[in-house]
């Protein structure tokens, strides 16, 4: 029995050794560039996003973004904006302050978008259907609001300097998106209820043209479904309500994404958002590698010891004073530079020849308003009785 014991107290001694012995230094510095990699990997999808975030707050200023849900994607109304030069790029510590210029081209495929051009198309055919539009205007009033918030925060971002924007843009607009989208989800139960006037328009065209949007009368059997059809979406909005924020998540993006596909002119040469994401690299150069350094000495200290990381830090203190011959921490000059511009909004005004008056719940069961009101249609059957038994 002492011998078996003496045996399992020496098999624990030497477990319990092998456990506290520490990794190889080969282990440690498979450790070291692992992580170094990953976390590059990630500096480079930072500032490309960075470089995204920073198009996006040219593009709210240019302020071509649908936000007008009365003219053009949504309707046929061409809204008039104002052509507006963009800085970029800006040399921030040189006096006179210069930059280059972007700019984005008023043509047809800037104010266009695919979704709300399919909704506009749909709404002007003869055969538009009532319940359809229903959804189309959520749809629709739901994109204009990201619009809209998008429009506000980026240009009040592009108001802080450029630098700011690139470093520290993504923490910012990730928490404003994220009370933009709780914001959503609340609006889209407003709409869900407010955009049930749909239920009580019927088309009266004759199948060619546009179509022509009438109330239905009080004492109708379209009356009667569209009451019916109030009801039912009423306990619809129960059982859907749960996948409420996957609609607005969705839209959320598709409105973010959108953003990034308008097209540009930087110093008189087309462009677009993986230009100015390039030239985020170019230009930022030393910022970014001055982020890779640090993260470089700090993961030299943590996985392979004191003197790996001060030979890191020596390392990167000759290259940065030039006795390697690199060029990491060397600036690269900007060209085509001209005085900065006013960072003022551009100017949108949306001129129709025609606007629909929205009516109230009241107006369209006909309780209150001109047209077809209750008073009138109660008239109507009392003056067709009275008709009917003078016949008799």
């Known amino acids: 029995m002492s011998d078996t014991a003496a045996l399992d107290q020496k098999f624990q001694e030497l477990n319990n050794t092998t456990n506290t012995e520490e990794p190889s230094y080969a282990s440690k510095v498979i450790s070291f560039v692992t992580q170094t990699l990953i976390l590059c990997l990630a500096i480079i999808i930072y500032y490309g996003f960075s470089g995204a975030l920073l198009y996006s707050c040219k593009l709210a200023q240019s302020n071509i973004l649908p936000t007008e849900i009365k003219c053009e994607p949504y309707t046929e109304y061409k809204p008039t904006i104002q052509e507006k030069q963009t800085n970029i790029f800006t040399d921030t510590f040189i ?41 189309i205007s959520i749809a629709e009033a739901l994109i204009q609001f990201f619009y809209l918030c998008m429009n506000f925060t980026l240009n009040m971002m592009n108001q802080l300097p450029e630098a700011v924007i690139v470093v520290f843009g993504i923490p910012i607009v990730s928490i404003i998106s994220t009370i933009i989208l709780i914001i959503s989800n609340f609006y889209i139960l407003f709409l869900w209820f407010a955009n049930m006037k749909w239920f009580f328009k019927s088309n009266e065209n004759n199948k060619h043209g546009a179509p022509k949007w009438e109330d239905v009368p009080l004492i109708s059997f379209n009356f009667f479904i569209a009451c019916c059809l109030v009801v039912t979406f009423l306990i619809i909005f129960f059982i859907a309500f749960g996948f409420f924020p996957f609609i607005t998540s969705i839209l959320s993006l598709y409105c973010g994404l959108s953003c990034l596909s308008y097209k540009s002119v930087l110093n008189g040469n087309n462009a677009g958002v993986f230009t100015v994401i390039q030239d985020v690299f170019k230009y930022y150069k030393v910022t970014i590698m001055f982020v890779f350094s640090v993260i470089v000495v700090s993961t030299a200290f943590a996985k392979l010891g004191p003197i790996p990381g001060i030979f890191s830090l020596i390392t990167l203190g000759l290259i940065y004073f030039g006795l390697l011959g690199l060029s990491i921490y060397k600036p690269i000059n900007k060209d085509h530079l001209s005085s900065i511009t006013d960072y003022e909004q551009a100017i949108k005004k949306c001129n129709t020849s025609y606007i629909e008056k929205s009516k109230s719940w009241l107006e369209i069961i006909g309780l209150r308003g001109g047209g077809k009101n209750i008073t009138k249609q109660l008239k109507d059957i009392h003056k067709k009785f009275i008709k009917s038994n003078s016949h008799m």
């Open 95 to 135: 006096n006179p302050q210069n930059s280059m210029k972007l700019n984005f081209p008023h043509d047809k495929f800037n104010l266009s978008n695919k979704l709300l051009d399919m909704f506009r198309d749909y709404k002007n055919e003869p055969e538009s259907n009532f319940l359809a539009n229903y959804f």
